[in-house]
């Protein structure tokens, strides 16, 4: 089992950054994939980003260069820099884990994004 506990949100003004921090415990799988995903009020969960155990990234096309993706895998912990947040930015962010071997997934309880002034 892998747990993932996902920290670094919280209310910030339009323009602004934040830095999000998903960490793994638990039986930690070797080869994973580790993504981040959101989902904004009264909306279906959407993809954001995911990142490989070879650091390959892959993006959503709303993310325009203000997201990026990290991870450190001696800490087996994910990161989501997002620089330049706006409104519509405003959701829980959720992180999840994919375990490709045994083909099972894992979520986080997930951190709130809230872009307002």
């Known amino acids: 089992q892998v747990q993932l506990v996902e920290s670094g949100g919280g209310l910030v003004q339009p323009g602004g950054s934040l830095r999000l921090s998903c960490a793994a415990s638990?039986?930690?799988?070797?080869?994973?994939?580790m993504s981040w995903y959101r989902q904004k009020p009264e909306m279906q969960r959407e993809f954001v980003a995911q990142?490989?155990?070879?650091?390959?990234?892959f993006y959503a096309d709303f993310v325009k260069g203000r997201f990026t993706i990290s991870r450190d895998n001696a800490k087996n912990t994910v990161y989501l820099q997002i620089d330049s947040l706006k409104p519509e930015d405003t959701a829980v962010y959720y992180c999840?884990?994919?375990?490709?071997?045994?083909?099972?997934?894992?979520w986080g309880q997930g951190t709130q994004v809230t872009v307002s002034s």
């Open positions: 999840k884990l994919v375990d490709v071997r045994l083909a099972r997934e894992y």
């Open positions: 990142i490989a155990m070879g650091d390959g990234t």
């Open positions: 638990g039986t930690f799988p070797s080869i994973n994939i």
